[in-house]
């Protein structure tokens, strides 16, 4: 029976010694931890992650009896950490690299190939760790940032299982991203994964720009064309357990100091309350000076509002946290310093940890909540206020650049940099009637109650469930070792044998112009021992015009057909020979329409052959490309009615030629004149199309790619491509 497979970094149960030295279990508290914990109690699944102790802090008997625990209690598996692991991966890659460029603070990104170093290596701990439990056909939900490369780890060992990521932190935009020195292996991380999920359309789309720009990836209505797989991208809202803050029922115990200040004050104060951990992303400085520009603006709140700023310890130990703590508090006590009477004061700052329980004493006492993260992925802190005011009381502040935000349109949102801004939205939430409230809560409570937590967790999986892995392979398979033993055995025993070749993306990776992709010295060696072969005919049949490729690989015994089929020269021949009959009086008006596209857009450029042109467009920004495609197609299809010119697409290309040029016409050319025992042909786009339909019906075709073929099979990428020859040229 197959099982659901939870990885994150931090296991839903945190391990302690206590001062006897005894273990201790204790539920973890987060937004993941609380989120998925009710799913996975209920359901077949084992959760794995760090357990919250060094190596250093266990014996070997106490790692014995944790493991066993864990294991047989919470139906969890620990990964070991060192402490020199948690300081350069957790701390350091993970919370000095990825967290704040994550959360567009430049300035505060730390690049170090040490702790890149690490990162990859606790990556790979956790895949080991994995392997122990993930069976052929599991599914296995991978959560957050610091495990980024672990998706593809799985994905290469374990490719018939379905692996989910999501990220709960913000997915920068590609200006941002692209900053990044690991950039590439991060995002082919995050591609093993089968379905990738963020809190946010704006994040998901941030996402495929990326990948588009960095990798050059194609996508299809949020599926990222990647290698011989569809990677299905989308936007999943983490909701939180409403009933539990809706129906929470308040113990009548003896209240503490803080909760009784936030209760204690008249019905004519107005307490605005604001919840975070210490971290910069969160805005809190900026917040107080709102709040700061709220009193100065709005005289007439004086004496008539507090601020409670709740924030909660985090890394105090970093000189950079310790030094925020410090503004904060020389912040906090300017206000009070500049506005507080003998009878008022203004901020009362709480810097500890309060349970949840006491966090929604302080919703239901607080007739506004404050929140403006400079950035933020989610914010669950807004979702719970709302939750826990059952009487649909009071509101939200939020920033703009907080992921809720997407979903609370009734709330207020302001600009966290903005000051005035935010101080005006403080005002307008305190001067909003209690009809108003109601009304407004009345709609985002149905929302949230629809859509909490169970609702994430169970769309997400629902969602890789429906994933058809081989969605887009239609009919046409992958080669696995039996086709790839075939094929050989044919070829061993075939005297007469033909191959058809494209070169752009079949031989060779796509560059970013047509020259740079010369072969290298490990092509040039396979075509030549193909071509030595004496019972090999060895073609290279290309869109590319004919003296680049005779001048790359003229010095083999190779068979050139080039533009598509236009041009055909023999090994031993002097001069090329045009197959058919063409002019170019076309060609001055279409080389006009496609240089004043090029003017346009930055990055493409015409490429003008003997009786083609091509308008190249791979360095263009994606989404001017996505927009002006249909324009220049239907300008061009306007010009060529009534004449024998066709287009072309190809890889980022459009090329633009007499219909009568195509790569089956030089199929139709060789065939008759042998008597071939073994017919084989490779190609990556539409253009080798014409080829893969021309050839006889045991003729063995692969399309490189994932795109729909009149292929007999397909293999991943042109590396796998040469694998493929290569063992065709060893099995000779």
Same mark, same amino acid.
């Given at each position: ?518 072969? &290298?010295?490990? +092509?040039? $060696?396979?075509?030549?021992? !193909?071509?030595?072969?004496?019972? /090999? =005919?060895?073609?290279? @049949? ?83 490309? &996505?927009?002006? +495609?249909? $324009?220049?197609?239907?300008? !061009?299809?306007?010009?060529?009615? /009534? =004449?024998?010119?066709? @287009? ?85």
């Amino acid at each position: 029976m197959s099982k659901i497979v939870i990885i994150s970094n931090r296991l839903p149960t945190t391990v302690k010694k206590d001062a006897n030295g005894q273990l201790q279990f204790i539920e973890s508290i987060g937004g993941l931890a609380t989120g998925l914990k009710a799913f996975h109690q209920r359901s077949n699944s084992v959760w794995i992650g760090w357990p919250g102790i060094t190596n250093e802090e266990l014996k070997e008997q106490d790692s014995i009896l944790m493991r066993q625990q864990l294991k047989e209690d919470y139906k969890c598996l620990a990964v070991d950490l060192t402490e020199n692991e948690i300081e350069q991966f957790y701390h350091g890659f993970s919370n000095k690299t990825l967290w704040p460029l994550f959360h567009y603070f430049i300035d505060k990104t730390n690049y170090d190939e040490n702790t890149w170093r690490s990162y990859q290596k606790v990556n790979k701990k956790f895949f080991q760790h994995a392997k122990e439990v993930i069976q052929p056909n599991d599914i296995v939900w991978i959560h957050d940032y610091q495990l980024l490369l672990l998706p593809e780890m799985i994905k290469n060992h374990f490719p018939s299982s379905k692996i989910g990521f999501f990220l709960h932190i913000p997915f920068p935009s590609y200006e941002i991203f692209r900053l990044l020195i690991w950039r590439k292996e991060l995002l082919r991380g995050m591609l093993g994964a089968d379905l990738i999920g963020f809190h946010t359309y704006d994040y998901v789309w941030h996402f495929l720009n990326s990948t588009r720009r960095i990798l050059g990836l194609d996508e299809l209505l949020n599926k990222v064309i990647y290698e011989d797989r569809m990677v299905h991208v989308n936007a999943f809202p983490m909701g939180i357990e409403y009933e539990r803050f809706f129906h929470y029922v308040e113990p009548k115990t003896e209240q503490s100091s803080e909760e009784k200040s936030s209760s204690s004050y008249s019905p004519a104060i107005k307490k605005i309350l604001s919840v975070d951990r210490l971290d910069y992303t969160k805005g809190i400085p900026q917040r107080i000076k709102a709040f700061e520009c709220f009193l100065d603006a709005y005289p007439e709140y004086h004496e008539k509002v507090t601020f409670m700023l709740i924030v909660a310890p985090s890394r105090v130990e970093v000189d950079e946290y310790y030094e925020l703590l410090k503004e904060i508090q020389e912040l906090v006590s300017e206000v009070n310093g500049k506005y507080a009477t003998m009878d008022w004061m203004p901020v009362w700052f709480f810097f500890r940890k309060f349970s949840q329980e006491q966090l929604i004493h302080y919703y239901r006492n607080s007739d506004v909540l404050l929140v403006t993260p400079l950035r933020d992925g989610m914010n669950l802190v807004a979702k719970e206020y709302i939750a826990s005011r059952n009487d649909y009381k009071g509101m939200v502040v939020i920033s703009e650049t907080a992921g809720a935000a997407n979903e609370l349109g009734e709330a207020i949102i302001v600009n966290a940099n903005d000051c005035k801004d935010t101080a005006l939205g403080i005002k307008k939430a305190l001067e909003i009637s209690v009809e108003g409230q109601i009304q407004r809560n009345s709609i985002l409570h149905q929302r949230l109650k629809r859509a909490n937590v169970n609702f994430w967790g169970e769309e997400f999986l629902t969602s890789i469930k429906e994933i058809d892995l081989h969605e887009e392979q239609e009919k046409v398979p992958f080669l696995n070792n039996q086709h790839v033993h075939a094929i050989s055995r044919a070829y061993q025993q075939a005297s007469q044998r033909i191959l058809f070749l494209d070169y752009d993306g079949t031989l060779v990776g796509f560059t970013s112009s047509p020259e740079q992709a010369r072969p &290298d010295k490990k +092509l040039m $060696e396979l075509l030549s021992q !193909l071509a030595k072969d004496p019972y /090999n =005919t060895v073609v290279i @049949i290309s869109g590319r015009e004919r003296h680049a490729l005779w001048n790359w690989l003229g010095h083999l015994q190779l068979h050139f057909v080039a533009s598509h089929g236009l041009w055909l020269r023999h090994p031993g021949q002097k001069d090329w020979r045009m197959m058919l009959s063409l002019d170019n009086e076309w060609k001055e008006v279409v080389k006009d329409i496609m240089e004043s596209y090029s003017d346009r857009i930055p990055g493409s450029f015409v490429e003008e052959k003997d009786y083609s042109l091509v308008w190249h467009y791979r360095q263009c920004d994606p989404k001017m490309a &996505d927009i002006i +495609l249909p $324009e220049i197609k239907e300008t !061009l299809m306007t010009m060529m009615n /009534n =004449t024998n010119l066709c @287009i072309q697409e190809g890889k980022k290309i459009i090329e633009v030629k007499d219909a009568m040029m195509n790569k089956g016409l030089c199929v139709s050319h060789f065939l008759p004149h042998q008597d071939y025992d073994f017919i084989f042909a490779m190609g990556d786009d539409s253009t080798d199309e014409d080829m893969f339909s021309a050839l006889p019906g045991e003729a063995y075709s692969v399309k490189v790619g994932i795109e729909k073929t009149h292929a007999r099979y397909r293999t991943k990428s042109w590396q796998s491509a040469r694998e493929l020859l290569k063992e065709l040229m060893e099995k000779s």
